[in-house]
């Protein structure tokens, strides 16, 4: 993968909690100091013909002279070399916060020596390495076996990195597509989303014993108060997560929620099975899935609260896309018709990997995964059905079976309460497809959980209708959202939410221009707007430069907003950086370069 925009896209994807080595460029970030010990490494290969012992004197002298305030005389050829590999790079002792480092203007040399770094130790954040094109062979075997490797991008095909699954720049769809070659021979596509920023750790008082959301570094809600001692809970905190079997088994009669927290992974599936009557149902949340025996997931499902299963989805999700035959364990051995909810959450996730399960499963997924997940179907199943859609698409299936599902899957949503996704999507379709009315919080509901791609052919009509009503403007306000995106798009652009494959975007009337001068005009002169009417503002100011026959400015919501107003054949060329600024689903229609310009846009319309 040469380049730079897709690498950026996957870096900006895959950095989240990792230890990343590479070209940052495109990132919204800076990199960090770099570690001063990676520097024993790269005097190794900057000096090869040097005994160890003037290689080790080298070394400190310039590690103290990088590190100290005081001027240290350093051997001339290795200060030379030095600047040359690493130009005018800082570095720091203390490395454990080091996380982000930033190849731009390094030597090969230097960032072999920070890859070398890297893979020198197991106990490392999952690593994303950017591999230099000159990497020595034995430092590649060394991060092809590392055990925390997450991602390698490299600008050519590589023979030893031919082990793993290759994502590649996708020929026929714009970014933020790829395409996902496997080892077993499948080629599918991908698409980048950007990651969601995790919660920051929280600490509680040795005292307290916390909820096991704090034990795993997520959002603490509430403390747990099934506590004896806090000692033993402080002891058992400092024991996690490797654990104590001994201390756990000495613990679990008295101390059971102390016995839990301090038990090692490989064994606290079995204790659970003694303490599960003791522990509240949120503590499932400890337990590792890679040590649980697969087949019981649907068991344990059952049990687990929503919180713990979108814990244990993400994880599993993981498990499947590392090793597709786990897929063949956690298929539970019961009858779709009487799929239990842990059942029909298991079938669920299933449907959601079905990209990265064996071709010998696919038939089961249709046989048995969707009547299943059907039975109980858990409330976030928006991935599910977006995998139904992608199997009866995209695999071998007989597509003329395709309409009837849908419209078991449309009977079974409408048994829901609206804050379920199948709930809300039928919402969608019946408005589109029957024109149903909608009250206001079924918008609200759509537009804040469905993809904005789904909703877009609405989007015209729903925006002039909310603009008729003064009374509107405070909701359009408090919910700001990326009108351009979603209302500047081609007529004609088929819809990709399922069920609506052959209905088109309408494309933007004229007359929204107009509604959108009548309410925003007098008071953005007066200065009384918020800042969340700037999607709404943006999208005026677009609608005005095609009347006017004038060029964009510079957007609020993305720099680039205007052009989506505008013939095709006017756009400048937008480079990769400045496409990817601003709003992400603004930037990817910029980047899609498609206009939502046609000819009724710079037609009359009165000036307000």
Request: hydrophobic letters at 40%.
């Amino acid at each position: 993968m040469e380049e730079r925009l897709p690498k950026s896209m996957l870096l900006r994807t895959a950095r989240a909690n990792a230890l990343v080595i590479a070209d940052l460029g495109g990132l919204d970030t800076v990199g960090q100091n770099f570690p001063i010990s990676c520097l024993d490494s790269w005097i190794t290969r900057a000096h090869p013909r040097l005994t160890p012992s003037e290689r080790r004197r080298r070394l400190n002298s310039l590690r103290e002279r990088l590190t100290s305030t005081r001027r240290v005389r350093t051997e001339e050829s290795t200060w030379r070399r030095f600047r040359k590999d690493w130009k005018d790079a800082t570095f720091s002792s203390e490395e454990s916060g080091l996380r982000l480092f930033d190849t731009r203007g390094l030597a090969a040399t230097a960032t072999t020596s920070l890859i070398e770094w890297a893979v020198s130790e197991q106990n490392r954040p999952p690593l994303v390495l950017e591999i230099p094109e000159t990497i020595p062979d034995d430092v590649l075997s060394a991060v092809i076996s590392h055990p925390k490797l997450r991602l390698t991008l490299s600008s050519q095909p590589r023979q030893p990195l031919e082990i793993f699954d290759q994502l590649i720049v996708d020929p026929l769809r714009p970014l933020p597509w790829l395409r996902l070659r496997t080892l077993g021979g499948r080629d599918m596509p991908v698409r980048l989303v950007d990651p969601v920023p995790t919660a920051p750790e929280v600490t509680e008082d040795d005292e307290v014993a916390p909820s096991p959301w704090a034990i795993l570094g997520l959002d603490n809600e509430e403390i747990s108060s099934n506590v004896v001692d806090s000692s033993m809970i402080g002891s058992a905190i400092a024991q996690f997560p490797e654990g104590n079997e001994d201390w756990s088994n000495m613990m679990e009669a008295s101390y059971p929620i102390a016995a839990w927290i301090a038990s090692p992974p490989k064994t606290r599936w079995h204790r659970w099975q003694r303490l599960r009557s003791r522990l509240d149902s949120e503590w499932i949340a400890l337990l590792d899935l890679e040590y649980l025996p697969l087949e019981r997931l649907a068991e344990v499902a059952d049990e687990a609260p929503p919180r713990v299963l979108e814990i244990f989805a993400e994880k599993l999700r993981l498990l499947l896309h590392n090793d597709s035959e786990i897929g063949l364990r956690t298929r539970p051995a019961t009858d779709p018709a009487n799929a239990s909810p842990g059942a029909s959450w298991v079938a669920a996730q299933l449907l959601s990997n079905a990209a990265w399960l064996p071709e010998d499963m696919q038939e089961d997924l249709i046989r048995w995964a969707l009547e299943a997940w059907l039975v109980h179907p858990p409330s976030n199943s928006l991935a599910a059905l977006q995998s139904v859609d992608w199997i009866y698409k995209s695999q071998q299936v007989d597509v003329a079976n395709y309409g009837p599902v849908l419209q078991g899957i449309l009977r079974r949503a409408n048994e829901f309460p609206i804050d379920h996704d199948l709930k809300i999507w039928s919402l969608l379709v019946e408005r589109i497809r029957d024109s149903k009315q909608l009250q206001i919080e079924d918008l609200e509901a759509i537009i804040a959980n469905l993809p904005l791609d789904w909703w877009a052919l609405l989007a015209p009509e729903l925006l002039t209708n909310l603009l008729a009503e003064e009374s509107s403007l405070d909701w359009l306000f408090d919910n700001p959202i990326p009108w351009s995106a979603a209302i500047l798009r081609p007529k004609g652009e088929p819809s990709t939410a399922p069920g609506l494959e052959d209905r088109d975007h309408p494309g933007c009337s004229p007359e929204i221009r107009n509604s959108l001068a009548r309410r925003l005009r007098s008071r953005s002169e007066r200065g009384n707007l918020p800042e969340s009417a700037a999607p709404l503002l943006d999208l005026m100011e677009s609608l005005d430069t095609v009347l006017e026959g004038s060029s964009p400015s510079t957007g609020r919501t993305h720099p680039m907003v205007g052009w989506l107003a505008q013939p095709i054949e006017k756009w400048p060329p937008i480079s990769n950086e400045v496409a990817m600024q601003g709003d992400s689903q603004i930037a990817e229609r910029i980047i899609l370069r498609t206009s939502g310009y046609h000819e009724g846009l710079s037609g009359e319309q009165s000036q307000l």
